[in-house]
């Protein structure tokens, strides 16, 4: 296994955990997706705000992963540190 293929896998079983963020505010986050997608999807440059918000959002995870090396030190995060670590 390479290191891009574990990488990858440790993100992606930090971002799936339960205890990374609460279950109220998954849903929070889905039904404001959900609801900014239902009332903007007819609005000219819907695809483009939509793309520049992902963009912002991954420049910003990518900001804490640089700032917690690796989800090791604490920085203002939550405190399930074990599941990012191999």
């Not at 896998?9 to 959900?34: H, N, Y």
Request: charged share 20%.
């Amino acid at each position: 296994m390479n290191a891009f293929s574990a990488a990858f896998r440790r993100e992606c079983r930090v971002a799936f955990s339960r205890r990374a963020q609460p279950g109220w505010f998954r849903i929070l986050k889905g039904t404001c997706l959900l609801v900014g997608v239902a009332l903007f999807h007819d609005r000219r440059g819907f695809w483009w705000t939509l793309a520049a918000l992902a963009l912002a959002g991954l420049l910003v995870h990518f900001l804490y992963r640089w700032k917690t090396k690796t989800w090791t030190p604490a920085w203002g995060g939550w405190n399930d540190l074990d599941v990012g670590r191999d």
